[in-house]
């Protein structure tokens, strides 16, 4: 497993061991819409973040934050993506402010 993957929440795991064909079709998706994005990869996988904090996935969150990290995002930008929707979505996003920086601050964050 890499390093990438233990950083999947549990769910996500069974996901695509239980069920490998829906896991492929999901990921064949999610690939496709990537590659759409007008946006570079690391504003995106800021959005990204910002979109799980606001919908109270936390659970993406530390996959999520690798990406970001990899792509060359900061820590205070991953702070902001995680904080920007705290006007839209309230106070929910805090939430995922601790999940964020434990992330993004271990070594293992970093694929």
Known sequence: MSDRENLMSDA?????????????????AVRNLGDSSALDRKTESLAYLAVLSALRLESGIPFHVAIAKEAGASRDEVISAILV?????GNVVMRALPVAIQAYDSPKAYP
Do not use: D
């Not at 929707?85 to 979505?89: N, S, T």
């Open 85 to 89: 929707g705290l006007p839209a979505a």
């Open 12 to 28: 996500f795991q069974v996901f695509m061991q239980e069920a490998p064909q829906h896991a492929e079709a999901w990921m064949t």
